[in-house]
């Protein structure tokens, strides 16, 4: 278990629709990072969040965002869902830019 | 654009044996190298990293070995177990050594057999 707590684990949602993704960093991490995952492009980075703000952009979407809150918890928004948006979206946390970091269990996002 | 790419999609090896998982890279500028290792239904897993300044680290039954000249990157694990089955990641990161905009590569699958 790596600590860092994502929900939901399987999103099943329709195209057009939007979705909201959770992430838990670990404890005391201030760092916040998105990423997808798919068959076609592997893990690509999609934005990093540094104690609520935003730090650095990936190729990350117009139709995506994204938000750290005070509590550090942050959460990734999907918007105009499109059948190529279906993937596998995990969510690291480290404590700051530069040490390891630890990733979610990921959710599985299908668009139908 | 550049990217980060792997030399074999699959890698087959007995159980006991080493295994040698390769990565290519094609930014010069980047300093800093991680591998992780993904199993079924999990997030990647840290495993070892490596910063530019260094041509091999080693850890606990690993070993990460970077030859700048070529651009290549591997990883060689030691008596490689059951457990050591999963997907493998070379990422490079172009930052100076921190942790976002790391650019993946599209993994290795690897499968020990008993």
């Known amino acids: 278990d790596s600590g860092v707590t994502q929900t939901p684990k399987h999103l099943i949602t329709a195209t057009g629709q939007r979705v909201t993704l959770r992430c838990s960093p670990r404890?005391?991490?201030?760092?916040v990072y998105w990423y997808q995952q798919s068959l076609d492009q592997g893990l690509q980075f999609l934005i990093q969040y540094y104690n609520g703000e935003e730090r650095a952009k990936g190729n990350i979407l117009e139709r995506f965002s994204a938000q750290q809150f005070p509590d550090l918890h942050s959460e990734l928004n999907l918007s105009s869902l499109e059948l190529g948006d279906s993937a596998l979206y995990f969510c690291?946390?480290?404590?700051?830019?530069?040490?390891?970091?630890?990733f979610g269990q990921g959710t599985r996002l299908t668009v139908v | 654009g550049e990217s980060v790419g792997l030399h074999l999609p699959t890698l087959s090896v007995q159980e006991g044996d080493n295994s040698i998982i390769n990565c290519a890279y094609s930014n010069s500028a980047s300093d800093y190298f991680i591998w992780y290792k993904q199993e079924s239904g999990k997030g990647p897993q840290f495993i070892i990293d490596i910063r530019s300044n260094m041509d091999k680290r080693q850890g606990q039954r690993v070993t990460v070995l970077l030859n700048k000249t070529v651009k290549h990157l591997s990883l060689q694990i030691a008596a490689t177990q059951p457990g050591d089955s999963a997907v493998y990641f070379c990422a490079e990161n172009m930052s100076g050594g921190s942790n976002y905009k790391l650019t993946f590569g599209k993994g290795t699958l690897l499968t020990v057999n008993p």
């Open positions: 404890s005391g991490d201030l760092s």
């Open positions: 690291a946390s480290s404590g700051t830019v530069d040490t390891e970091a630890f």
